[in-house]
């Protein structure tokens, strides 16, 4: 399988069932899947702080959901996350596409890929970098059972080592 | 715009709360909407927001899009929803018929000092929504208006959107900080928390 199916299915396993997003190159297949099969409620959220409201409901409401966004979309959102999510202690998961590095042509991505991580930890967010198909399933499936059991928030950053990165990006740098 | 009436946003949230017969959920924006929510009587299903400004709205969604049988109810400024207009337009694709938006609108960011927002001098709520797609929206003429919007079933004509003009006082009471508490006692209000496990 390839790593959109097979985190997909992960989440499926999981009954991860809303998926909020605002879209990203690196996401397509991901995006494609969800509004592929009707297992899956999908959401196209005008900000990525709005995503995590939503799942947050349904999480209190009954329904497992995560976030989709681009590393910049996640610096729209460390309110969202420092003053919802965290404090209120909801299980919601991030799927962050990683831009910024190993190949990045916008300045903007790289500063934002930096803070990244660091604003998880300040927050005590668990992250994990997602480099290895192989890995993922093992990774996403323990993490999310963490997730839940714990009453905290999750995020999974796509590396590009996992996604091929952005075909834009190389298109540019090898311009 | 017709005449309107100028409400208080306590009494209103009060005549609101009596009307809710089947364990709506409510959700409370943030500060003057929570207040006032939590002064209208303690139910279980009511969600306090702290801090995340502008929230209340997609929280609202999300419980509307996981139950979708119960109504679901989004106090929130205009202040607020004018910091996530956004949302109203994700609204206008998911349309979920159980939802009820009521923007308690002083043209103010009262709580903060009074500040004039956009709606108090430039900006149609109700236009906005409507432009989003929500054709359900109106601007609350009178307490029948208000008590006919709230009483229909709220599966029916969703998702609607109220806006009601009100004076620039403050909430009434001041939510416990402590959102620990509050999720746990709204999931247990909504038949999905662990609550009850130490309970006797
Ligand atoms: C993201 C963010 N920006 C600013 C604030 C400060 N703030 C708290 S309440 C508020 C005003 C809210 O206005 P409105 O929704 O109209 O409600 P009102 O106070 O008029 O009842 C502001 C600006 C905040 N808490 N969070």
Redesign the pocket.
């Known amino acids: 399988m390839n790593w959109s199916d097979t985190f997909l299915d992960v989440l499926k396993k999981n009954d991860v069932r809303l998926i909020s997003y605002v879209p990203d190159n690196v996401l397509t297949p991901l995006i494609k899947g969800v509004t592929a099969d009707n297992y899956f409620i999908s959401v196209n959220a005008t900000r990525e702080d709005e995503a995590m409201g939503i799942v947050a409901g349904a999480w209190m409401g009954g329904m497992k959901g995560a976030v989709m966004m681009q590393t910049s979309g996640f610096a729209v959102a460390p309110?969202a996350l420092a003053s919802l999510l965290v404090p209120f202690q909801i299980p919601a998961i991030l799927v962050i596409s990683e831009r910024g590095t190993l190949g990045e042509f916008n300045i903007g991505q790289v500063a934002v890929a930096k803070i990244m991580r660091p604003i998880l930890d300040t927050l005590s967010v668990e992250h994990h970098t997602l480099t290895d198909e192989a890995k993922l399933g093992f990774i996403v499936d323990s993490s999310i059972k963490q997730a839940v059991t714990t009453q905290s928030p999750v995020a999974f950053i796509l590396s590009p080592l996992l996604t091929g990165g952005n075909p834009v990006a190389h298109a540019k740098l090898s311009a | 715009m017709a005449e309107l009436t100028l409400f208080n946003?306590t009494e209103l949230t009060m005549r609101l709360v009596a009307k809710l017969t089947h364990e709506e959920a409510v959700v409370g924006?943030?500060?003057?909407?929570n207040f006032d929510l939590f002064a209208a009587g303690h139910r279980p299903q009511n969600f306090y927001m702290l801090?995340?400004?502008?929230l209340a709205v997609p929280i609202a969604l999300g419980v509307a899009i996981a139950q979708p049988e119960r109504g679901v109810i989004a106090l929130?400024?205009?202040?607020?929803?004018?910091?996530s207009l956004g949302c109203l337009a994700t609204i206008g694709t998911v349309r979920p018929r159980n939802l009820t938006i009521v923007i308690?609108d002083?043209g103010?960011?009262?709580?903060?000092g009074k500040q004039v927002?956009a709606t108090g001098t430039n900006t149609d709520i109700v236009a906005v929504a409507r432009g989003v797609g929500l054709a359900n929206s109106h601007w609350v003429r009178d307490h029948n208006h208000f008590d006919e919007m709230i009483a229909r079933r709220f599966d029916e004509g969703g998702p609607v959107l109220l806006a009601a003009k009100i004076d620039d006082k403050p909430?009434a009471g001041q939510t416990p900080r402590d959102p620990a508490l509050i999720r746990n006692r709204f999931m247990k209000g909504l038949g999905t928390g662990r609550g009850g496990a130490l309970d006797g």
């Not at chain 2, 924006?29 to 909407?33: A, Q, V, W």
């Open positions: 309110n | 946003r924006g943030i500060g003057n909407t801090g995340s400004m502008g929130e400024g205009d202040g607020s929803i004018l910091m308690m002083n103010l960011y009262q709580i903060t927002t909430g």
